[in-house]
């Protein structure tokens, strides 16, 4: 294996997929990338057995082949000199000689066959529009603990000219869509460490395509992310994911609109005074909304304009999570202090538990 790629390009590529790399592991080859020198271009790809990313960038091939590198000598050498170009060349079995003008780095690594293989999804892919964005919505109300391992994804469901994007964790629901060229073959949910990197790898137009291998208790789901020259493939979770459009409340008794902006100014003073409470009143009055939360020695209340009624109360977290990732004008549908309550902005669903308190 011999080929000459450019310095700055090979040194991004390392960067983007050394991100699924882990630092502790039962398999030491899974802690480094395999690079392929094909005609015309440079492979790598890195995987922490759930996750894979793979990447390619141009390359001048003297000599095709394969060999897994660690990433971070390499990285820093990359980092430290001033070459355009870089020459990189197989010395023996798992050795690989990096040359950058006058200097030069040897590095011992693994054979390219003891890597982990990455199977290719054949499944015909369909485009996404705005997944960065949408990921952006959903993604904090996935489950943080590992109770319910399917929780702790995102479901990617087949909609009308779109594809759905729930997330939930037993106390909140976040739903919106995202517009698809093509139909999603099926259902899948997205383990959490794929969607981190789709918000930081996500292109405005990306590429899905899901395949399924096996079937019944035996079925497991692939799913595939293509970025311009940068592929995420990734187990999807096991399990099936909650039905959870039953959990959005249809019988709607009251509505209220409320500016984000303001809204969102008045939870921060309550959270300011009052941060560990977690809970805070929402009740109307003849004069507008007013935010209240008891600390067991003072209360405090902050107002703010608003339209319709309510009474109901939240983990103020929640509710900031929400108002964070919005802006102009909410609306708030609940039906009863008991039950869950809806904030919604166009395109988006945020289903929240209430807290069950002494009014």
Known sequence: MKFTVKRKELLRLLGDVKRVVPSRTVLPVIQTVHLEARKGLLIATATDLEVALKGKVKATTAKTGAICVYPKPLIEFLKAVGAEDVTLSKVGEKG???QAGSAIIISEGYKAEDFPPIPDIVTKPITL?????ALGLVDCAMATNDSRPVLQAVCFSPADKSVELAAAD?????ITNVKAKGVLATKVAVPFTAIKLLKYLANEKTEMAVQEFGSGSLL??????IMGDMALITNGVSGSYPNYSQLIP??????LKVDATE???ALKTIM???PDSGITRFVTN???LTLSATDGESTTNVQVAARGKVKIAFNCIYIRDFLDRVDGEVVLETTMESAPGTWKVPGFIYVVMPMHIQW
């Open 129 to 133: 529009t705005g997944l960065k964005e």
């Open 286 to 288: 003849g004069k507008g």
């Open 250 to 255: 249809a019988d709607i008794k009251h509505r």
């Open 170 to 174: 037993g106390f909140r629901l976040a």
């Open 220 to 225: 497991s789901q692939k799913v595939a992310f």
């Open 263 to 265: 809204l969102k100014q």
């Open 96 to 98: 690989i000689k990096v």
């Open 272 to 274: 300011a005074i009052d």
